[in-house]
């Protein structure tokens, strides 16, 4: 007996679940939506994180952009696992981050759309996905958001806005728990987001300036790896290598090497702790893997060596060809938190990286051989901060950074 072929589609709650277990972490989860809105040329881009103090299941997350917008078969293509209106100078890669990423955090994600004046609006819900088992995209008007999304909608010309809905991580914690918890996961997204995006939020990427405020007013600033002000760092020759495949010339990779100075070399104490980053300064060494001026991958050696407190102060900035080839070469991924240097080139890159070592490490020496010129240790507001959480408890952590934040 001769069987004919059929299609064998996906299972859509079994598949959403998977997909959406890859790992993100609320800040890179948050991080790839915002990569649609720059992508959707957005010049403002606002975040809400509304902590339900009386109901875990009532906190949402919301993404409001002024960008281009999208029509009916746009949105729905966008909705869709696999599906970009995007091209290769994009920040997204696979067509799968605002989906994956969105439901990584909630059970239900609504897109609204304006463009041209019309309005289109869809949503996906795994609850939905379950019972009905079929890929259903729920229809939603602009009475499904919030009232400062309609109010968003009703500033702008065109623009989108993303809803995340029954947070995972909450929805099982009392109120006050689930708001709390809430409340630290904004602090390290503000800390992500400002390192990721640094390049926009900056305005050093000719016409691409993007501005992210959260919860109301607070505008991200950007966090500088290589701490351009400081007269004191060392810029290293750059490197560019090409890289050749079985289909050929595929492109190009640079490498910008920075040895930035001790705390002594900084001009502020507060200068000094601002540039250990969103982890400790042990831990920002490395190489900056860039995608289209979006920070991907920070710290560390790729193998190549390990962490090594007397290199702590190089940092090597990466850029490369983005097409589709140079993106497999480097191992990108659909989180977009992973990347690494080709096979091809790491016995080349290896060589450099022992000179840049060499500089970083008689740069820490003639640091500590150097008479110590201060009596007394003065301390930053920042480095109090740090300090106070690193000993705090609980709640206690939340308290210290609002404080700070006021003064």
């Not at 007996?1 to 998977?18: F, H, N, Q, S, V």
């Not at 990569?35 to 409001?64: F, T």
């Not at 609504?110 to 229809?139: H, I, P, T």
């Not at 820490?364 to 301390?379: A, G, L, Q, V």
Request: charged share 30%; with cysteine; net charge neutral.
């Amino acid at each position: 007996m001769t069987m004919a072929d059929i299609e064998a589609p996906p299972l859509p709650y079994e598949t959403m679940a998977a997909l959406r277990s890859i790992g993100y972490k609320f800040p890179q989860a948050l991080a790839d939506v915002v990569d649609n809105s720059i992508d959707a040329g957005s010049s403002e881009i606002k975040l809400e994180v509304m902590a339900h103090p009386e109901s875990a299941a009532d906190s949402y997350v919301l993404l409001m952009d002024d960008g281009v917008g999208m029509t009916h078969d746009q949105l729905v293509k966008a909705m869709q696992l696999g599906g970009s209106n995007s091209s290769a100078e994009s920040l997204g890669k696979f067509g799968m981050g605002m989906k994956t990423a969105s439901l990584s955090q909630c059970e239900r994600m609504l897109v609204g759309s304006l463009k041209d004046g019309d309005f289109y609006g869809y949503a996906w819900d795994m609850d939905v996905l379950k019972r009905k088992g079929k890929w259903l995209l729920e229809s939603v008007s602009r009475s499904d958001f919030p009232p400062k999304a309609r109010e968003h909608l009703k500033g702008i010309t065109s623009g989108t806005i993303v809803m995340w809905t029954r947070l995972r991580a909450y929805k099982d914690k009392s109120a006050g728990v689930a708001a709390r918890s809430l409340d630290t996961a904004v602090l390290d997204a503000q800390s992500y987001l400002s390192t990721v995006f640094h390049r926009f939020l900056s305005g050093e990427i000719k016409g691409r300036k993007v501005t992210i405020k959260l919860n109301g007013d607070y505008v991200l600033s950007p966090w500088d790896p290589y701490c351009r002000p400081e007269k004191a760092r060392k810029t290293l020759d750059q490197v560019t290598l090409k890289v050749e495949t079985i289909n050929g010339f595929a492109g190009s990779i640079t490498f910008d090497p920075v040895v930035l100075p001790s705390q002594d070399g900084f001009s502020s104490a507060r200068a000094f702790t601002l540039a250990g980053g969103y982890n400790k300064w042990n831990d920002m060494q490395g190489f900056y893997f860039y995608r289209n001026n979006r920070l991907i991958a920070f710290g560390g050696w790729d193998r190549l060596r390990a962490k090594d407190e007397k290199v702590k102060f190089l940092r090597v900035a990466i850029d490369y060809t983005v097409n589709r080839e140079m993106d497999d070469e480097l191992a990108i991924d659909v989180s977009k938190e992973s990347a690494s240097i080709p096979e091809s080139l790491r016995q080349k890159i290896d060589k450099y990286l022992t000179q840049w070592i060499k500089v970083a490490r008689d740069n820490y020496s003639k640091d500590r051989d150097e008479p110590d010129r201060k009596k007394e240790k003065k301390f930053s507001l920042l480095e109090v901060e740090r300090m106070l959480i690193r000993e705090a408890e609980g709640d206690e952590k939340i308290t210290i950074k609002k404080l700070f934040r006021k003064l």
